[in-house]
């Protein structure tokens, strides 16, 4: 598959087939040591990562995409796993054989789009976005989310 080819030459990842499911997951992981001079811009880089790439710079444009892929979903998140600050994104989308074309192909390619060309300007993400997504994390704080 082509777009598994391509992301093989850019990153590790590991295929777990199985025939028990309707759907694929990919979900790809990256940790760092939590410091307190990252963790609030690393709490809010998935959120704005998911919201737009390079190839579809607006909220309303990714989402077509997805939609294209028999209504994929992409998550994003940030988390804490002892002293460590996990990003993850994970991308679920309808079985190929189910639908008779390669759909997975499709949808990694899309999720490589996510990670190596996200829609930043001169070095700097949307800043709308950017305000966006850190009032909507402090709302999750406040409400306990």
């Not at 990842?13 to 694929?24: A, E, G, I, M």
């Not at 880089?45 to 190839?55: I, R």
């Not at 966006?132 to 406040?142: D, H, K, S, V, Y």
């Amino acid at each position: 598959m082509k777009g598994i080819e391509q992301f093989q030459q850019r990153l590790h990842y590991s295929v777990y087939p199985t025939q028990k499911f309707k759907t694929t997951t990919c979900l790809v992981s990256f940790a760092a040591p939590l410091s307190p001079e990252t963790i609030a811009a690393r709490a809010l880089l998935p959120y704005v990562m998911e919201k737009a790439t390079e190839a579809y710079p607006s909220i309303e444009l990714f989402h077509t995409p997805l939609e294209q892929l028999y209504d994929a979903s992409l998550y994003a998140g940030a988390s804490k796993v002892g002293k460590e600050h996990i990003i993850q994104f994970q991308l679920e989308v309808v079985n190929d054989e189910l639908v008779g074309e390669p759909v997975l192909a499709e949808a990694i390619t899309l999720l490589e789009e996510v990670l190596l060309r996200p829609n930043a300007y001169d070095g700097a993400f949307q800043p709308l976005i950017v305000e966006q997504e850190a009032r909507l994390q402090r709302q999750r704080i406040r409400i306990g989310l």
